[in-house]
């Protein structure tokens, strides 16, 4: 009996994840005018999550609007960071300069591209970044997962150092203005709210 209903089951599982989501459509305007906030901390007692040990590096909050998702579904992060979000805030939350700018993600990389640059390209990328979520809960997890492209969300929580018991360890940003490798932020959640506009 399961050799007829496996194939079936797997092909629905293979179509699932190939659908992409629907985004959320806002028209032009700024739709997310604050810059996240930051308040670096000292001192902080680590703690164990998942089999990694989280330390927090400072307290964190940001209105945004998710740019695009990325799931990851079968890497070693899956652990700890089931989903990447690419935000925008200020005129990267904008959709009249949105759709102007190709934006796209892969592996742990978010990556945008334009041939008509709408806006400064330092604006781009101080507007703009790549978080990597640490759920801090179950049903915060469920609403990150939930999130999709064109949602405006709130989230607060802090962003971290982690480290695997082999000695692997993965470090947050902690600017908004650095760029390329290492510049991606990897953010404890603690709440996570999605906005209807």
């Known amino acids: 009996m399961w050799k007829n209903i496996l194939p079936g089951v797997l092909i629905l599982i293979f179509i699932y994840l190939l659908i992409p989501e629907k985004k959320i459509s806002h028209g032009p305007g700024i739709i ?3 810059v996240p906030q930051q308040v670096n901390l000292q001192n902080q007692k680590s703690f164990l999550h998942n089999n990694f040990w989280v330390t927090p590096l400072a307290k964190f909050s940001v209105e945004a609007r998710v740019l695009s998702k990325n799931w990851h579904r079968f890497n070693r992060y899956r652990k700890i960071v089931p989903v990447d979000l690419a935000f925008g805030w200020g005129k990267m939350s904008d959709e009249s300069i949105l759709d102007f700018i190709d934006i796209s993600q892969s592996s742990r990389w978010y990556r945008w591209k334009t041939n008509n640059f709408p806006i400064p390209r330092k604006e781009i990328e101080t507007n703009s970044a790549n978080m990597h979520l640490i759920p801090s809960n179950k049903s915060v997890e469920t609403l990150i997962k939930r999130s999709r492209e064109g949602d405006i ?4 929580g802090k962003l971290v150092k982690v480290k695997a018991k082999d000695g692997w360890h993965w470090t947050s940003s902690l600017t908004r203005d650095d760029t390329g490798n290492q510049a991606c932020e990897l953010i404890w ?3 996570f709210k999605i906005h209807k506009i």
Request: no cysteine.
């Open 153 to 156: 969300i709130e989230l607060v």
């Open 189 to 191: 959640v603690e709440i």
């Open 32 to 34: 997310a005018a604050q």
